[in-house]
Structure formats: structure tokens, C-alpha cells
């Protein structure tokens, strides 16, 4: 079955992510090592390497495979940085980020997604990610500023708060819109000063919290 899934693995890389332009070696091979079929539930793992994102409960859902890839290659990670994930979710994209940068910090508001994501992303002995359970819209203030920060749920402004916390240099890749509808943006801190980017249309869950819809 594992040989089944390194195959499907495979193929996702080249016709999902490679295909579509995104080719950074290091990107593709944290691809193709992380076990995404262990991030989805049981009854769809048949589905986990498909083209398309995959409900995961609790109204969420783990993204698509390419969204994954491109959000992560938008941080333009070197290998050496610390970086903040809104929305553990599933787990996945941290298990992602966990191959392209040094340090990872992930925030989740939802308890047992939270405590389900961190008991696959230690079985899989991804020491360098930090779990977090609570509001990620207000960041993760202990461990700021960050090299790079993805937000997997669509907020319908950029926290401010967010901004805030990354180091100069450094980028936020999110969605921003309203529900079930949103504009992929990449904003870059410059000094004092920010530069917004619009990448693709996307439809991502909303971000819950304090910053995100219904402020809770």
C-alpha cells in the first residue's frame, strides 16, 4: 500500500505542482516526502493525493495540493527561517513548512483538530514544529517576528496584527475576501512600510478569531 502511495505522490508532484510552474527542488522533494494520505481521514485516503482540497471536519477541509505548494513557494523560504502558520488544520502544510524552513509555529482555535494534527506531525518526528492551540489571527506574539506567515483560512481584511509580527523582509501570504470567495495576496514588509501583491483567485474556509468572521 506505502509503494501505492509513493507513486500517487509522485504523480501529484509533476502534474500538480510541477506542471503548473512551481519547481524549486527543495519545494518538490518536501512534496514527495510528506505522507499527505496520513493528514486526511481514514475513509478518503483514496482521495488524498487528488486535485482538489478534502473536508476534514468541523466545517474544514485540507487544501489542494498546487494552493499548498504555491502558498508555500510564495515565502520564498531558504531553509533557515522561522515561520508562523494560521490554521494548523490538518496538519499538512506545516508538515510542508517543516521541510523548507527551520523553525515552525502553527495556531489553531478548533481542539481536536489541533490535537490531531500534532499527533501526526510527531509521529512523523517533525520536531522543529511548535503547536499552538488558540486564536491565530492574532499571531503568536511569543515567538515573533517571523522570516514568513501563512494563513490557510480566508480573512476578510489583513490583521493588522499579523503585519506586525513579521521582520523586515519578511512576507504574509493569505487569503482576503469574503465567504467562499477570496484574492490569494503576498504582502512584503519593507521597514515601516508594506507592499500588497494579488496572486489568483481561491476559495478557502473563513478564519475564525478575533480578526477573522463574526470576531470569535
Known amino acids: 500500500m506505502e509503494d501505492e502511495y509513493v507513486l500517487e505522490r509522485e504523480r501529484m508532484v509533476e502534474e500538480q505542482i510541477a506542471a503548473r510552474g512551481l519547481r524549486d527542488p527543495r519545494l518538490l522533494a518536501a512534496f514527495e516526502s510528506v505522507p499527505r494520505h496520513l493528514f486526511v481521514p481514514e475513509d478518503m485516503r483514496h482521495l488524498a493525493y487528488a486535485d482538489g482540497p478534502l ?18 513557494d510564495l515565502l520564498k523560504l531558504k531553509g533557515t527561517e522561522r515561520v508562523l502558520e494560521v490554521g494548523t488544520g490538518s496538519g499538512y502544510q506545516a508538515a510542508i513548512l517543516a521541510h523548507m524552513a527551520a523553525e515552525v509555529h502553527t495556531v489553531e482555535i478548533i ?40 494563513v490557510a483560512a480566508a480573512a476578510p481584511d489583513v490583521p493588522e496584527t499579523l503585519l506586525n509580527q513579521l521582520s523586515d523582509g519578511a512576507r504574509l501570504v493569505l487569503p482576503v475576501g469574503g465567504r467562499g470567495f477570496q484574492e490569494l495576496e503576498c504582502w512584503e514588509r519593507r521597514g515601516k512600510k508594506f507592499k500588497r501583491r494579488a496572486i489568483t483567485p481561491v476559495a478557502f474556509v473563513p478564519l475564525r478569531g478575533k480578526h477573522g468572521w463574526g470576531g470569535g
Not at 55 to 72: K, W
Open 55 to 72: 473536508p476534514i471536519g468541523f466545517g474544514q477541509t485540507i487544501s489542494q495540493p498546487y494552493i499548498v505548494a504555491l502558498m508555500t
Open 111 to 150: 481542539p481536536e483538530l489541533a490535537a490531531r494534527a500534532e499527533k501526526v506531525l510527531r509521529e512523523l518526528g517533525l520536531e522543529n514544529v511548535h503547536c499552538h492551540l488558540g486564536d491565530g489571527s492574532l499571531g503568536w506574539d511569543e515567538a515573533a517576528p517571523y522570516d514568513g506567515i501563512l
